[in-house]
């Protein structure tokens, strides 16, 4: 089974999905970690990000490998764990920049799919079950053919508190301006590349706004129950 999920920044993607692939014993693919890490490898080289050529070829040459587990994903660059520097705001604030490089999409493209391809065999990491693909274009570009097809939306007030929680630990109002250049206009940014404010057709639309981590996941096994017929149990321990 593939699970294609898309949304923007701070709609709950990331938590959401791994909590999917957990229920559903999935693999979990974060391609957002993906322009992370190419953003850090770019600057990693030394390359200008505004040189379209110098960093779609570094981006060709990076030794990425993803891990898949959603209990514990992870992301290494020629042997280098950058798991927690690709979080940094240097990197939140000059992803973009490298997102929106049409040849660094069509490379990134061409590992994504070939990871979602490696989960329907065996030799994947959830041996052949398959995996929740989560990121911008997910749904539309990268696996519009999913079994499973959902848009994760919130408010703009929801997604800037979140944000602003995880990077600086409180969403007072000093902390939520300071959040905003990368959700706002690293959203502003994205969408010029993608789209996803609205779902496609045959995406089903998930709004997270007034639900907690946990029954956005539910919510999001409850499409997967509608859409594919199969029964999802219940938590353990509940
Ligand atoms: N309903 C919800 N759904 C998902 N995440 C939520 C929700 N409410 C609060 N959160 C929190 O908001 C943050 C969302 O971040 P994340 O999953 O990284 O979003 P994204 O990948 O879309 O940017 C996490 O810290 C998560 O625990
Ligand atoms: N499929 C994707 C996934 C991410 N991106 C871009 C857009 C984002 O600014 C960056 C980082 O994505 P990520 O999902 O980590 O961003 P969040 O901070 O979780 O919102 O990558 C993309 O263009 N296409």
Not at 57 to 70: K, N, T
Not at 171 to 181: F, G, L, M, P, Q
Not at 190 to 196: I, L
Not at 197 to 211: E, K, Q, Y
Request: hydrophobic share 40%; aromatic share 2%; charged share 25%.
């Amino acid at each position: 089974m593939t699970v294609a999920i898309d949304g923007p920044s701070g709609s709950g993607k990331s938590s959401v999905s791994k909590g999917v692939a957990r229920r559903l014993g999935l693999a979990y693919l974060d391609t957002g970690a993906m322009y992370r890490a190419a953003t850090w490898w770019c600057l990693h080289r030394g390359e200008d990000l505004a040189d379209q050529d110098a960093v779609a070829h570094a981006v060709r040459v990076m030794p990425l490998v993803m891990g898949l587990d959603p209990s514990g994903p992870t992301v290494h660059v020629d042997g280098t764990d950058v798991g927690e520097a690709i979080r940094s705001t240097e990197i939140s604030t000059a992803v973009s920049a490298v997102a929106t490089n049409l040849a660094v999409r069509a490379e990134l493209r061409r590992l994504q799919r070939a990871a979602i391809e490696a989960e329907r065999t065996p030799a994947g990491f959830a041996g052949g079950r398959g995996v929740v693909a989560e990121g911008r274009d997910i749904t539309t570009v990268v696996a519009p053919d999913a079994d499973v097809r959902v848009l994760l939306t919130a408010s703009e007030e929801a997604r800037l508190a979140r944000r602003s929680l995880d990077v600086h630990g409180t969403a007072d109002a000093a902390a939520v301006e300071a959040t905003k250049d990368q959700v706002l206009r690293r959203d502003r940014d994205d969408a010029t590349v993608s789209q996803f404010h609205v779902a496609a057709d045959g995406v089903v639309t998930v709004d997270s706004s007034d639900l907690d981590l946990e029954q956005t996941i539910d919510a999001v096994l409850s499409v997967v129950e509608q859409v594919t017929g199969r029964v999802v149990g219940p938590r353990q321990g509940s």
